[in-house]
């Protein structure tokens, strides 16, 4: 029964994500312009363009032939493959940000909490820390306009605290047991976007990197992940890209490079006008002789699986989890002298075995293709291998002789099903109301002068034992309205645990503690230790 709720619970959550994914997910092969291209090809529109000269001159009303076309484009590219999009201008300089790898901002990142921006973290050696102003925070005031209790959103508070490098900006500070209203000018600067979001030692020699997207810095940061892991004594290494949809393709091809010896194919594309062009490592790579394992699920998509598959066609590399996206295809940006741009598919991407990792789709079918997570969710494929159809005809052959197949994403070596054993009624509804994360915010006001003497996540873990947290959470939750019957608790006792500790972790020692401590009774990790502990031969694995 309690199966059939948590698949009830988590429908929601897949379809959203699915619908996000779809519009992020992707690989440029190019960021040049193609302009020269997008001319000569506008001669041939005729009926289009004489039919909005037609209506610019001769309709009945003005109409903003601006507004009509910004409408017009994206319909057209619907009409294509699902990843074929319009940007807009401002949705341009948003993902741009994102690959680039920087912005000019204020360097904090935060959540809303009760109509609330409250700070979660702040960069380090930013603007916002070299002011003191620290994790727990909360802002009620941006320089004269009250922001907290009027229902202000997102992109409102990013439009604000983002800026001119340079320029002030004054918050008004709401801090715990700090009664008078502290006040910030803050003056913006350059604030680095991080590909990586975590890197820890496992046990004796283990290093875990954990990427979130592959950003224009992903590969330099990834290098001075592993040059800090190998000075703790490292030699082994678990690269965790769940959850990354992805981004720029020149990053994945560096990292792979890094495993690889000589001469080994990484990946090779292919289109209607680009001839087949392919990529080998160099041989020069700092960590060839290092055991390694890769951890993917549903949401591991495009550089993910470049990445991923190409390890596990050269044998360099075991992937452990749940079959990746399924996104093969190739965009090449072609700006707009305003400031949009298209990112038009021009060719498939295939891994040294020669399979395409692009699942199945139809032209003008993006809304069928975005529901295919939450399909695969409701065949079982996140639980048991066996619902995983595999197509006789779409085997290939890694370097060494093991069958992998084609057909859509990257099928793992050790399949770890999705764990959702603390997922109940009682753990749902105090998510959907965000208390845990409120209650986080409330215990690390209260006990800060405390908890900030903690360096290390063991030694805060430790001070955890002795509060009853749990408990005491339970007590919070029911002065939310929010009650849970014993067995539904007790079910969800540990996973609540967990993440009370990690996001107190993250506030108070940053996102390596957090994710380490969110991390401990993680089923796919557990499972990547075990076979990256085994794994004796650094070059071929099987």
């Not at 409701?378 to 002789?401: A, H, N, P, R, W």
Request: neutral net charge; contains cysteine.
């Amino acid at each position: 029964m309690e199966t059939k709720r948590n698949k009830r619970y988590w429908l929601p959550l897949f379809m959203a994500a699915s619908m996000v994914l779809g519009l992020l997910a992707g690989v440029l092969l190019t960021r040049n312009s193609d302009v020269r291209l997008l001319d000569r090809r506008m001669s041939s529109l005729n009926k289009l363009s004489a039919l909005m000269s037609l209506i610019d001159a001769k309709y009945v009303d003005t109409v903003d032939l601006s507004k009509m076309t910004e409408e017009l484009i994206p319909q057209l590219l619907s009409e294509l493959d699902p990843h074929s999009v319009y940007l807009s201008a401002e949705d341009r300089k948003l993902t741009d940000e994102q690959l680039e790898g920087s912005f000019s901002g204020v360097g904090i990142q935060f959540t809303l909490l009760d109509d609330t921006i409250s700070i979660l973290s702040v960069v380090k050696g930013g603007p916002s820390e070299r002011l003191g102003i620290r994790a727990g925070d909360q802002i009620v005031r941006i320089n004269d306009s009250i922001v907290a209790g009027v229902g202000i959103k997102n992109d409102q508070i990013l439009k604000t605290l983002r800026g001119v490098k340079g320029a002030p900006v004054t918050v008004g500070i709401k801090r715990a047991r700090v009664q008078e209203l502290l006040s910030f000018t803050i003056h913006r600067d350059d604030i680095p976007v991080h590909s990586l979001d975590a890197r820890y030692k496992i046990g004796e020699d283990i290093g875990y990197i954990k990427l979130g997207t592959f950003g224009r810095m992903a590969y330099t940061e990834f290098l001075q992940a592993v040059a800090y892991l190998k000075a703790d004594g490292c030699s082994r290494f678990i690269v965790d890209l769940r959850g990354n949809t992805g981004g720029l393709m020149e990053p994945a091809l560096q990292i792979a490079n890094e495993f690889l010896p000589a001469k080994s194919l990484i990946l090779y594309t292919q289109g209607k006008a680009y001839p087949r062009e392919e990529v080998f490592s160099t041989g020069r790579g700092s960590c060839q002789n290092d055991p390694l394992v890769v951890l993917t699920d549903e949401w591991s998509a495009s550089s993910s699986e470049i990445l991923a598959g190409s390890l596990q066609d050269n044998d360099r590399a075991y992937v452990v989890g749940r079959r990746s996206f399924g996104k093969g295809l190739v965009q090449n940006e072609i700006p707009f002298k305003d400031g949009s741009a298209v990112r038009l598919t021009i060719a498939r991407f295939y891994v040294p075995s020669g399979r395409s990792i692009q699942k199945p789709y139809q032209n003008g079918g993006a809304e069928a293709y975005q529901m295919d997570i939450l399909n695969r969710y409701m065949k079982g494929e996140f639980d048991s291998k066996d619902s995983i159809k595999l197509i006789d005809s779409l085997q290939y052959e890694t370097v060494s002789g093991r069958t992998v197949y084609g057909g859509g994403g990257i099928m793992p070596d050790y399949f770890v099903p999705l764990d959702t054993s603390g997922v109940t009624a009682w753990y749902t509804q105090v998510m959907n109301k965000g208390l845990l994360t409120k209650y986080t915010f409330q215990f690390v006001n209260q006990y800060w002068d405390s908890l900030e003497q903690l360096k290390t996540p063991n030694q805060l873990s430790d001070w955890l034992e002795d509060h009853n947290i749990v408990e005491d959470f339970v007590r919070y939750a029911q002065r939310q309205n929010v009650r849970g019957r014993t067995y539904f608790i007790s079910a969800s006792f540990p996973l609540v645990l967990t993440q009370i500790k990690a996001g107190i972790a993250r506030l108070i020692l940053g996102d390596d503690a957090y994710w380490k401590l969110l991390q401990e009774q993680d089923p796919t990790l557990n499972k990547a230790v075990e076979v990256v502990v085994s794994a004796d031969s650094a070059i071929h694995l099987n």
